[in-house]
């Protein structure tokens, strides 16, 4: 969309994912981008209100979903950890207005694969193979 104003929702169809520099595709669908901290309870001495504070930060696993094809890249990084080589990565899920141009990306740093999936083999159904890929991360970023 040309005229693209920046209080315009974003549609949550139209992204992509890079892992070091290299997109992914044809990828379905992202789960779980997530942050959060924990909250620590306290009381100081006869003070009868509990206070909170920060503590440690979180952030959530990235469920990727992708048509499966030949493209090994996912298999062959998960089958590194199994094999005890890890492999931390960083990448980018990227945001895209109506017209494929980026408007917003979350990177995130230090990621590893700790799950992958293939969805379930049917002769009866009228879908493709789809292919699960999760990854942990240390941290994500909006930038």
């Known amino acids: 969309m040309p005229n693209r104003r920046s209080d315009d ?16 595709g044809p990828v379905i669908a992202i789960d779980l981008v997530e942050t959060s901290t924990a909250v620590m309870s306290h009381k100081r001495g006869n003070d ?6 920060p503590g ?3 952030y959530g696993r990235i469920t990727v979903r992708r048509a499966y094809t030949d493209d090994d890249a996912f298999w062959q990084w998960r089958r590194a950890v ?11 899920i990227i945001l895209l207005d109506g017209a494929a141009k980026e408007v917003t990306r979350f990177n995130f740093f230090e990621a590893w694969p700790c799950r992958w999936r293939l969805s379930t083999f049917d002769a009866n159904a009228e879908g493709y193979l789809v292919e699960e890929l999760e990854i942990v991360c240390e941290k994500i970023e909006k930038g």
């Open 82 to 92: 199994s094999d005890g080589k890890l492999e931390r990565k960083s990448g980018s």
């Open 9 to 24: 929702p974003l549609d949550g169809f139209n992204f992509a994912i890079e892992i070091e520099g290299v997109t992914q």
């Open 56 to 58: 440690r930060h979180h």
């Open 48 to 53: 009868l209100l509990v206070r909170a504070t």
